[in-house]
């Protein structure tokens, strides 16, 4: 068993936020009571329950600005991954910085894009190819705080939604979902493609968009920014 920081995120339709981060011990499978009992209150004001275990490979996790989710000014969001040109975007751009891990930029260049309190996607994708290593993140933005964008790119990720919940729920491994939903009928996969930008909306979850984005997919650390 390793210790590691698990961190919840509430983001209700009215704009407001809580946030929990706390150092755990995980075990490989989580209890479904230990992943979201901080979050049982405020599941029915919700429009994103927004959860992430870190494990470190870059930023000491014992300094919370750290640990996901990760805030950037208005947007707030979890990756899973690592962005090897991080330091690099962040001198080119001149954008603000406040924790040591790679995976702040994506958040920053997110809220980069936004115009008028909303996501501009073809800025946010342009910003992206510039990217290099591993990605696959969830972002959203308390502006629009009914929209979340899925950016599945080179890692795993599974989606399942449920039509009379209304609700859709996201893991990197579908183990997890299985033991979660394993007592639940009606829950149906999202088959979405690798190098895919997925975008929902609360009012019409079943009516989401896929259009693929680009970056420079890379498993191991290269010389090039």
Known sequence: MSSAKSGLLTLSCKNHLKLWVSRVRVKRRTTRQTAITPCLQEQHRAALLLGHTRWRTRGDEQVNSNNHPIRAGEVIGTHNGT?????????????????????????????????????????????????RGQITAVIACRTDPGTVFVLKGNRPLELRWHPRRKAVLYASDPAYLDAVLAEEKGWREIAVPPMSLVVFRREDLAGYSVEPFEFIAQERKGAEP
């Open 83 to 131: 962005i090897y040109n991080a330091d690099y975007l962040f001198r080119r751009w001149k954008l603000r910085r406040f924790a040591e891990v790679d995976s702040e930029i994506l958040f920053r260049l997110a809220a980069n894009a936004a115009r008028d309190g909303a996501m501009d996607i073809e800025r946010f994708k342009a910003r992206l190819r510039r990217c």
